[in-house]
Nanobody, 125 residues
């Protein structure tokens, strides 16, 4: 059974930092792209960042470039999302997902087969 466990969310002031973790089990980690998505109330789910486990390539949404960093720990089958200088508008439920999208579809949540339960990030202004 494939499981993705997202954690690390919480309450932070604007300008603060959080590190999210996504622990994966039940799949061959190196065969997948791990994506971080977020969804705020009333809004569509959007891609934040992704990392290809096969070649290490990464993707960042323009809005988070320079502030967010995605990384992986091979030994722990875990992917991290370091989020710095958080903005109030980035409050959302953050999800991690695993899939095998082609490069042009990395941002498309429909290209991901497995999803974690989400972790809530609240940013106070």
């Amino acid at each position: 059974e494939v499981q993705l466990q997202a954690s690390g969310g919480g309450l932070v002031q604007a300008g603060g930092s959080l590190r999210l973790s996504c622990a994966a089990s039940g799949l061959t980690f190196d065969d997948y792209t791990i994506g971080w998505f977020r969804q705020a109330p009333g809004k569509e789910r959007e891609a934040v960042s992704c990392i290809s486990r096969s070649d290490g390539s990464t993707y960042y949404a323009d809005s988070v470039k320079g502030r967010f960093t995605v990384s992986s720990d091979n030994a722990k089958n875990t992917v991290y999302l370091q989020m710095n200088n958080l903005k109030s508008e980035e409050a959302a439920v953050y999800y991690c997902a695993a899939g095998r999208p082609i490069q042009s579809s990395t941002r498309d949540p429909n290209r991901y087969n497995y999803w974690g339960q989400g972790t809530l990030v609240t940013v106070s202004s």
